[in-house]
């Protein structure tokens, strides 16, 4: 049984023993550039070389992991995150592991699948063109629920990422209080545990998804120091290492067109 505050705060969440959680979005892939280019060129299918699964960094998202870890250096040794969990993604995977080593931490970057992108089914590979021409109905069924929890076949919805989510959340709980982590991920996994920590309502994940995009190699930062009680958003989306680095900074937005109509 789930116990909710009036916060709207699950209780594992309100008693996770961590102190500090940064959330890294990976840095730009060979598949954020082909669905960028896919859709300016008007093309209902994007040319991506691999499953989502094994899509690699681009050149630049190289540089940026690089950029990453040089900024991650700067943290003092006392501070530094005592786990380092990716998602098992090699775009996410290969940030983790170019930061770490850039950074010279003793870590090793540990996976979990519940971390994952969110898995799209039939309509893996398409452009919001491609959906609308090839699967007219789903285009529709989209609309009406909203972002939220519209699940395409063999899919996800948000709903369901936010659930797998909850559970890596709660697993804060064993690592005892004063523990600091680093998840390194998606953007729509870093905008859903804003929901899940933050107690948001449908409105208000899909309003930040309408009018943010996180940026690639980005670092969203929540403390909590005394260990308990609600965790506080520090800073979201910050890509000031990547512009003083001299490194190009890229989003790769999803659609925006997130509510239901």
Known sequence: MIFVNEDGLTEAVQEAGAVELLLVRHGES??????????????????????????????????QAKALGTA???????????????????????????????AGWPVKVLTDERLRDRELGILDRLTRLGVETRYPEEAERRLWLGKLYYRPPGGESWADVALRLRSILDELNTLGTGQRVMLVCHDAVILLVRYVLEGMSEQEILDLAATTSVLNASITRYVRPSGAGPWELESFNVADHLTEQGVTVTEHSGDASVHPQ
């Open 30 to 63: 060979e598949g954020n550039v082909a669905a960028t280019e896919a859709r300016l060129a008007g093309a209902e299918v994007i040319d991506v070389p691999a499953r989502d699964a094994d899509v690699s960094l681009s050149g630049t998202g190289q540089d």
């Open 72 to 102: 991650l250096a700067r943290i003092a040794d006392e501070l530094r995150p005592d786990a380092i969990v990716s998602s098992p993604y090699a775009r996410a995977r290969q940030t983790a592991e170019i930061a770490v080593e850039a």
